[in-house]
């Protein structure tokens, strides 16, 4: 692939040029006028038709004069040619999550969330994955419907305006922003809404972002085959494990009632914690309050009698002499830890999107097996581990997650899956 440069991207700006200085208000000026957005056909080709007919009528009915200033409308700076775009929407469902698959019981959670228009378009839990190969120039192009949201794509590096955290830099309404980087060493991130955070990444506006090396077939499918980094050179796996971790506090997610008025929010808990947004906080929490009562895996509730969660979006299948990779984030609030059978020779290659032992600073580390710290291990909040299993020996293996307070250690649910090999 020929080398892609982002003007921005190439090292720090002359410091006489002011346009290029890479602060949020250098970006956050580039805010087009209403004439512009209408007139412009490079720029039209990001709005929505509905968005400019809408523009268009509120200027006709002097509701907006035609100079009118958005942050509904900011243009990214040095837009390139993308190698790779991915479209995420906003979405809210109430969504049968499965509670296991042996019996098909489901319970229905209110979700938010992040749809593609260009793949299934129904949101999903956790939001589709993000898949794109190191190298290349991606646009992640929001449209957040409703409500401010943003993308922040946690662990990228890339420029202050495409960051997505909001409270440094814009957050997004109306049609929305194209985030745009480049992909980075391959390795497990994260995506995530950074507007109001703790609520809306409860709510589960999030969803893994994997950077692939770049050889032939990538980006590869979840689930594999395919190539992850480790040490300064690749490893090919034949089967790939997903397994984000997460908690639900039901209270969090009650966000409306049976005649669809609104309890809470996007905004709810942001002015003041200690304002009540319902009237009866016993019913419903502030954002101080987590104590979260269901438990999960990749999108999968363990259940409350028996958390053994076989079903085949979590749990891993493989034969004999497989490498199996598991790629393990925890978007729980909890610290979840992980205990691994004593029998699997596993082996932890990369810690939050950076593989030990890779080449520069990381050279200092290296991969190490899992018997070193006895088969068990604790995540935090937006952790990611990449566990490598070469030559998979036969049998049932079971992987148990502990869900431990994040203050006190003290247990407060559990999950379990397996890895089948055979
Ligand atoms: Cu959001």
């Keep these: 692939m020929a080398p892609v440069t982002i003007p921005r991207d190439a090292g720090l700006p002359a410091a006489a040029d002011v346009e290029d200085t890479p602060s949020f208000r250098g970006f956050a000026c580039d805010v087009l006028q209403s004439t512009d957005i209408l007139a412009d056909p490079d720029v039209t080709n990001l709005f929505s038709a509905e968005f400019k007919e809408r523009l268009q009528h509120d200027i006709d009915e002097g509701v907006l004069a035609p100079g009118y200033r958005s942050v509904r409308v900011l243009r990214t700076p040095d837009r390139v040619e993308p190698d790779r775009l991915f479209i995420r929407e906003f979405d809210r469902r109430d969504l049968a999550l499965p509670v296991n698959a042996a019996d098909g019981a489901t319970e229905e959670i209110a979700i938010w969330g992040f749809t593609d228009p260009l793949g299934a378009d129904e949101l999903g839990f956790p939001s589709p994955t993000i898949r794109a190969v190191q190298g290349e120039v991606v646009h992640v192009y929001h449209r957040p419907g409703h409500g401010p949201h943003t993308i922040h794509s946690h662990g990228i590096g890339m420029t202050p305006v495409n960051d997505g955290v909001g409270h440094t830099t814009f957050e997004l ?104 947004w ?116 036969a049998g049932e293996w079971e992987v148990g997650v502990e869900f431990r307070d994040w203050i006190s250690g003290a247990l407060l649910g559990r999950a379990r899956t397996r890895i089948t090999v055979g």
């Excluded at 032939?216 to 300064?232: E, L, Q, S, T, V």
């Excluded at 009650?254 to 996007?266: A, K, Q, T, Y």
């Design 173 to 276: 309404e109306g049609d929305g922003y194209i985030y745009q980087w480049l992909a980075p060493e391959p390795g497990t991130y994260l995506y995530h809404c950074h507007r109001n955070t703790v609520l809306h990444f409860e709510m589960g506006m999030y969803g893994l972002l994997i950077i692939d090396p770049p050889v032939a077939g990538a980006p590869f499918a979840d689930g594999g085959p395919g190539f992850a980094a480790r040490r300064k050179d690749l490893v090919h796996y034949d089967v790939e494990g997903l397994w984000v971790i997460d908690d639900i506090d039901r209270r969090w997610h009650d966000d409306r009632e049976d005649d669809g008025v609104l309890i809470h929010g996007h905004g709810a808990g942001l002015l003041c914690p200690f304002l009540p």
């Design 278 to 393: 319902d009237p009866d906080p016993t019913e419903h929490p502030h954002l101080h309050r987590f104590e979260p009562d269901r438990f999960l895996i990749s999108g999968v509730m363990a259940g409350q009698d028996d958390p053994l969660i076989t079903h085949p979006r979590v749990a891993v299948s493989a034969r004999p002499g497989d490498t199996i990779l598991l790629r393990i984030l925890n978007a729980a609030y909890t610290r979840a830890r992980f205990v691994f059978p004593s029998s699997l020779a596993a082996e932890v290659i990369a810690v939050d999107g950076k593989a030990l032992g890779g080449s520069g600073h990381r050279s200092y580390s290296q991969p190490f097996p899992l018997s070193e710290l006895d088969h068990r291990f604790e995540l935090t909040t937006a952790q990611r581990w990449d566990v490598l299993i070469p030559n998979a020996p």
